[in-house]
């Protein structure tokens, strides 16, 4: 009577008349994080200038439809806490040129920058769960590129995928996302004992050298330990603007769960983070 569905399967679904599901998830946005223990991204210009090289309506508008709303800050619009932080997500191709030229990166004979014998060249892995996940990071690799930077994107077996994402040498950045009507989902995200999505030392990871946030991690602990609610979202506010401010995170879309549904089907409800809810449904007679 429902099945979830892909962007792509949206417009067959209406045209056979069934109603379509898009139920927030109210947590992270899809998004791209870097692990600033890599030199490449070590430099906040870079992070930056990267940030600004990213065209995440170019994105939505290219791959998705009108229910995967562009990302205008860390968490979506629907997350408890959410703070609006598009001016801070502006796609700005001359400003990242500028950023990477102040940062000593400066394009090599094939059109990607270097710096000291390196080249400007990320890996990042696919992640399955995402939708059209490798088709958006594809764009976002097209896009990258003009401004001299390349990004590799990798499919892996699930063994390799999980071990590199652990290494921040072979993974300078990694696809993060998570559904949760909790605002301590950013800190589930970010905090090194928890998904640690930076790679942070003393976290998930061994091969971590020398990052470290700890004006970060005592901005996420705070989430966690207020008990006043007001205080939560401020802290929660605070958070999302620092994760911008340092270019840790690349916000891009928001994440429904979408379900097409049979016409006769009825009184279908979702729970807090896009998950069906048959309890009170019906079938309509026909």
């Known amino acids: 009577f429902i099945r979830q569905v892909q962007a792509y399967d949206e417009k067959q679904a209406k045209d056979q008349n069934f ?8 947590g992270v946005n899809d998004s791209i994080s870097f692990r600033p223990d890599n030199a490449l991204v070590s430099d906040l210009k870079v992070r930056q200038a990267l940030l600004h090289a990213t065209n ?26 959410y703070v ?10 001359t400003l990242a040129k500028k950023l990477l030229d102040e940062a000593g990166w400066k394009p090599g004979q094939n059109g990607i920058r270097q710096k000291d014998g390196k080249t400007l060249s990320l890996t990042i892995y696919e992640s399955l769960p995402q ?35 652990l290494d921040p040498e072979k993974t300078p950045a990694n696809v993060v996302e998570v559904g949760r ?12 004992t928890n998904r640690d999505a930076l790679l942070q030392k003393g976290g998930l990871s061994s091969k971590v050298k020398s990052f470290r946030d700890d004006k ?3 901005l996420l602990t705070a989430i966690s330990a207020e008990v006043d609610p007001k205080k939560r979202l401020q802290l929660t506010g605070d958070v999302q603007n620092y994760l911008l401010d340092q270019a840790y995170v ?34 309509e007679k026909h």
């Open 19 to 26: 109603p379509i599901y898009a139920a927030p998830t109210k």
């Open 56 to 81: 995440s309506k170019q994105v939505v508008d290219t791959l998705f439809s009108p229910n995967y709303p562009q990302a205008t800050s860390v968490i979506a619009k629907t997350a408890a806490g």
């Open 84 to 93: 609006d932080l598009s001016s801070k997500l502006t796609y700005d191709p």
């Open 131 to 165: 939708p059209q996940n490798k088709e958006v990071l594809q764009l976002v690799s097209q896009q990258w590129s003009q401004v001299g930077a390349k990004l590799n994107i990798l499919a892996g077996d699930a063994g390799s995928r999980v071990a590199d994402n």
């Open 181 to 192: 009507a909790d605002p301590d989902v950013i800190k589930s995200s970010f905090y090194p």
């Open 216 to 218: 970060l991690n005592d």
């Open 250 to 283: 690349i916000p891009i879309f928001e994440e429904p769960q979408v379900y097409a549904g049979a016409p006769y089907f009825k009184g279908v409800s979702f729970e807090a983070v896009g998950r069906p809810s048959f309890y009170g449904a019906w079938l």
